[in-house]
């Protein structure tokens, strides 16, 4: 009777399966994303097959916004029963949507800025086209940006 061996691959044809370079597949072992592959008596790494799934994992784990460091916390916990194990992708997503929320509250606040900053250059160049001489000499945006980091000088 013939023993069923689980096929494997070398790092090249990893690589090739998983769209991941070499490079990658070495940096992924070394954060512990991938286990340690073992070695043939040449020293090439052999990585079992499901190598390429779990490279697929990381990859769309990627494309949804998280970090290798949180991915390998996942990968980690492979093991962990399934009501655990959401609890962890729970906990993870909760400070990933809080952080997001954080970020979006930053990003209006700066289109606010800019869109403020819009407007005083529009105004500026209404007003010089209308002939105000005072107008035509000054950006209010350079001059706001310039006054904030006098000040900031001054208050060093």
């Keep these: 009777m013939a023993v069923k ?9 990893l ?6 370079t070499r490079d990658a597949l070495r940096f992924y072992e ?3 994303l991938l286990p340690v592959p073992h ?3 040449g020293g090439f790494r052999v990585y079992p097959a499901d190598a390429v799934e779990r490279l697929r994992f990381i990859k769309r784990a990627q494309i ?14 492979r093991s962990d029963s399934g009501l655990r194990r959401c609890r962890q992708v729970r906990d993870l997503l909760r400070l990933k949507v ?9 990003l209006q606040a700066f289109r606010t800025t800019l869109s403020d900053y819009l407007d005083q250059c ?7 086209g209308k ?4 107008a035509a000499a000054h950006c209010p945006v350079i001059d706001t940006l310039t006054d904030h980091g006098n000040r900031r000088a001054q208050n060093a």
């Design 5 to 13: 061996t689980r096929p494997t691959f070398r790092i090249g044809e």
């Design 64 to 77: 949804v916004g998280l970090t290798l460091q949180e991915i390998a916390a996942l990968v980690t916990h």
């Design 98 to 106: 809080a952080d997001l929320d954080t970020k979006l509250s930053e």
């Design 39 to 41: 070695r043939t008596s």
């Design 15 to 20: 690589a090739s399966r998983s769209g991941v």
């Design 131 to 134: 002939g105000n001489a005072e």
């Design 122 to 128: 529009e105004r500026t160049i209404a007003g010089a």
């Design 30 to 32: 070394r954060r512990g």
